[in-house]
């Protein structure tokens, strides 16, 4: 019997999924391949993030397994993540994410 699965991890590092349809608050997430106890803390638009970790304010939002924003506040485990809790990156974050990146090793 295959799983349902309802969201997507895109990369390992992520600390947020993608909802694969609309979650209703409380319905649990599916992942593919992963075991979670995590439920939407309210309804969750399909194609939006939900954050899969806690995401303190000002840490990086990881999508991807980059950094796509930062949060503005504090953001539980469960949580819509969108615009009104997370802001892009400006230049000045972006420069800083390159000076950290060892290109060495990549």
């Known amino acids: 019997m295959s799983q349902k699965v309802n969201a997507l991890k895109l990369d390992e590092e992520d600390n947020v999924a993608v909802a694969l349809e609309t979650l ?3 319905e649990l997430l599916s992942i ?3 075991i979670t106890k995590i439920s939407a803390t ?3 638009p399909y194609g939006h993030k ?3 970790n806690p995401i303190p304010k000002g840490n990086r939002v990881i999508k991807y397994g980059e950094c796509m924003g930062l949060a503005t506040e504090d953001i539980a485990i469960g949580d819509h ?3 009104s809790n997370v802001r892009g990156l400006t230049e000045e974050d972006k420069s800083f994410q390159k000076e950290c990146i060892d290109v060495e090793n990549i």
């Open 24 to 26: 209703k608050a409380g």
């Open 32 to 34: 593919k391949n992963e």
């Open 42 to 44: 309210k309804t969750i």
């Open 50 to 52: 939900i954050a899969l």
């Open 81 to 83: 993540v969108h615009v």
